[in-house]
């Protein structure tokens, strides 16, 4: 059995480090700060992140493992979490785990961490000899179960220096290789009853993810039986790609499988398919918010999205959907170094993940965006603790992992959020702290501190909503490139104290929800989708929603002549509050 040092984990980032300096083709690429050196600052994040804090470090120890324990024959104190976690449809005590190790590292928060070491050990103790390590006897989706315990205990041991979790990847690994199904049955597509094959498609990604930490060929070996070239394959091919139908989650998810195959393997192939599966989400999928999945299904690029607002209330599966954005986003990112990636990264920020109601204690929590055109109500899942509970930390979470990226030699800003970034390079270190209102207004101080003058690059990405991006040192304009979908590159040699202005100027605009129904729209300022309060009214058919909507207060427009509710924020709207997305324009008169 491997027992994996803090020399051995060194040695294996050090190794990974090395392998992610270059990219495709030689290209530069990027690299996140790995949950270290990012500190959100006061604002709507950060006490996002302080609530999914409080939240798990409150639920007690026993609470999370009386089903283990009741299943190895032990002692069983505590009160079951209820709902589907209960059940075991969705266990998620591996999401749990996951989000608590990420969480802990970003804040600096010994007391959560010290929690999820200490869920792991007691969980630990009700492996079975054989490595069986599920919560009851008959786990309804086993390959997502194993999948998401091997994203907790990998976190564990990357992001919570947990040497002691490697053994029990291998425990649960050597089970999973004897006993789970390679069926590999058809995907579940949306609607379908789970038959225990569920989702082994999305397995690559942390098997792969432990064999770049540890070094173990087991790992690689299992993670390949598991790829998928019938549904990757379909966006290398000349003919377009037709999964129609397919869960959708499920499979944007696999597409970070994909992305960790061409991390372990340097096979181009795979690159490519994440690229032009991006690129067909993005042209064929998405709504304005960055969110896709009708009825949790991929869709026919014919007015399927369009008609779909008509009579589907269950648009975008929220949380699970933000945390496949964010990691197939950052893969992309990481690879390419191509700015454009981050716009995704921003819309769910601002109105998918961003815009959810907060999980509740006794594991209410919110699943289903709702973007019908008759108007939808922001709510909580009947279910308690579905698969967006565990999902729910890792994204929030992930904040720290997308608002900065670095290589050797520039800083790159992809958010306009309120942050600071500690960045080392060899001996030199330089803290930047932005401060901004962004999107409530749209510009951004950055205070850069190196902790001696010298020169570097900070790069900001320029969405390619924006035009006319302008930027100021110590109050002096800034004579540079700034074209949307790129980064605007600012090189200088930089002394403490050094103020950078940014402005990225917003305006009014429609967004049409797909090419057959260019009249179907929803409303965006910049990045942030509005939505209008209480009001099926249909808005004015002029082209340009700046000539009849005027701002009052922050981020609130109204109509100069309807007098019916204020467009707001998505992410604005409360528990139960009505509202409504998307409209059918009227005819110009």
């Known amino acids: 059995m491997m027992k994996l040092t803090r020399r051995d984990v060194l040695r294996s980032s050090v190794a990974a480090l090395a392998h992610s300096a270059w990219g495709a083709d030689g290209a530069n690429m990027l690299e996140t700060f790995n949950y270290s050196g990012v500190h959100l ?67 600096e928060d010994a007391r959560l961490r010290a929690k999820a070491l200490r869920l792991m050990s007691e969980w630990a103790k009700t492996i ?27 976190d564990l041991c990357d992001f919570a220096h947990a040497s002691e979790a490697a053994p029990l990847m291998e425990r649960i690994t050597d089970w999973a290789i004897a006993n789970l199904d390679r069926s590999r049955k058809r995907a579940l597509e949306a609607g379908a009853t789970y038959d225990g094959n569920g989702e082994w498609y999305t397995l690559p990604e942390n098997l792969y993810r432990a064999y770049e930490l540890t070094g173990a060929a087991k790992y690689k070996d299992f993670g390949d039986v598991w790829r998928y070239p019938a549904y990757w ?8 790609p037709d999964p129609f139908g397919f869960h959708a989650y499920s499979h944007v998810n696999t597409l970070s499988s994909a992305a ?26 998405m709504y304005a918010s960055g969110g896709f999945g009708p009825e949790e299904k991929l869709v026919r690029p014919d007015g399927s999205l369009g008609r779909s607002l008509e009579t589907v209330h269950n648009s975008f599966e929220t ?13 992309l990112m990481r690879f390419t170094g191509a700015a454009f990636y981050g716009d995704w990264i921003e819309k769910i920020l601002y109105n998918g993940i961003g815009a959810a109601l907060p999980l509740e204690p006794d594991g209410s929590n919110f699943y ?13 899942s009947p279910y308690k603790w579905t698969c967006c509970s565990g999902t729910y930390p890792q994204t929030i979470a992930d904040y720290h992992n997308v608002i900065y990226f670095k290589d050797r030699d520039a800083l790159y800003v992809n958010l306009y959020v309120p942050s600071e970034v500690r960045w080392v390079r060899g001996d030199s270190e330089t803290v930047v702290e932005q401060n901004t209102r962004y999107p409530e207004t749209d510009n951004s101080l950055l205070i850069v501190s190196p902790r ?14 924006s035009s006319g ?16 979908g790129k980064w605007a590159t600012l090189r200088r040699r930089w002394s403490p104290g050094d103020r950078v202005a940014v402005q990225i100027p917003m305006k009014l605009a429609f967004a049409p929800i797909d090419e057959q129904h260019p009249k179907r729209v929803a409303v965006t300022y910049g990045p942030v989708v509005l939505a209008r309060r209480d009001s099926h009214i249909l808005i004015s058919g002029k082209g340009d929603p700046a000539q009849w909507l005027e701002r009052e207060g922050e981020l609130q427009f109204r109509s100069r002549d309807q007098p019916h509710g204020p467009f707001v924020p998505f992410n604005k709207l409360g528990p139960s509050e009505g509202y409504h997305m998307y409209f059918d324009l009227e005819p110009a008169s």
């Open 260 to 285: 960790m195959a061409y991390s372990v393997s340097d096979e181009r192939h795979y690159l490519n398919v994440v690229q032009r599966a991006f690129e067909w989400l993005e042209r064929t999928q």
């Open 469 to 484: 991006l302008k930027i100021t040192v110590n109050d002096k304009p800034m004579a540079m490139e700034a074209i949307p």
């Open 368 to 380: 289903y965006s709702e973007y019908t055109l008759g108007g939808g109500r922001k709510g909580y």
């Open 41 to 107: 600052l006061d604002g709507p994040l950060r006490r996002q992140c302080l609530h999914a804090r409080d939240l798990f470090y409150n639920i007690p120890d026993d609470n999370f493992l009386i089903g283990f324990r009741a299943r190895a024959g032990r002692p069983a104190p505590g009160t079951p979490l209820a709902g589907w976690y209960h059940g075991d449809v969705f266990n998620a005590f591996g999401q749990y785990l996951s989000g608590m190790a990420r969480i802990s590292k970003a804040l």
């Open 128 to 154: 079975e000899p054989d490595g069986y390590f599920y919560y009851s006897r008959k786990p309804v989706t086993p390959h997502y179960i194993y999948d998401k315990m091997m994203c907790g205990l990998v």
């Open 319 to 331: 949380i699970c959907g933000s945390w496949a954005c964010f990691k197939l986003s950052r893969y």
């Open 452 to 465: 001696k003058p010298e020169e570097f690059a900070l790069k900001f990405r320029v969405p390619r909503w």
């Open 233 to 240: 394959d379909m966006f290398t091919r000349d003919e377009p």
